[in-house]
């Protein structure tokens, strides 16, 4: 069990940057999978990050570039770095940790609003 609690939401004009942080109750370096997912308002939640246990990252299409995942197991943290930030970023990001088997192992923080507008 994890309990994870993110922080650094909020708003921010277009081309801004953003860092959002994952607290996790436990240390990281063993769970398999920490990711970020968003949703926006009628959409489903997508995965926007994700970082395993061993360093390997992947990217939704629309952030490569722009988004940048990485894990401190020594702080028990997970941090997106959103730079060139656009409006259709907006959405409620949440912090996911999961283990190689969803079923048996998948946690979700509270959610960090992210508002990219002028």
């Known amino acids: 069990q994890v309990q994870l609690v993110e922080s650094g939401g909020g708003l921010v004009q277009p081309g801004g940057s953003l860092r959002l942080s994952c607290a996790a109750s436990?240390?990281?370096?063993?769970?398999?999978?920490m990711g970020w997912f968003r949703q926006a308002p009628g959409k489903q939640r997508e995965l926007v990050a994700a970082?395993?246990?061993?360093?390997?990252?992947n990217y939704a299409d629309s952030v490569k570039g722009r988004f940048t995942i990485f894990r401190d197991n020594a702080k028990n943290t997970v941090t997106l770095q959103m730079n060139s930030l656009k409006p259709e970023d907006t959405a409620v990001y949440f912090c996911?940790?999961?283990?190689?088997?969803?079923?048996?192992?998948?946690?979700w923080g509270q959610g960090t609003q992210v508002t990219v507008s002028s």
């Open positions: 436990r240390s990281v370096a063993s769970i398999y999978r």
């Open positions: 970082v395993t246990s061993d360093g390997s990252t």
């Open positions: 996911n940790a999961r283990g190689p088997v969803a079923a048996l192992f998948n946690y």
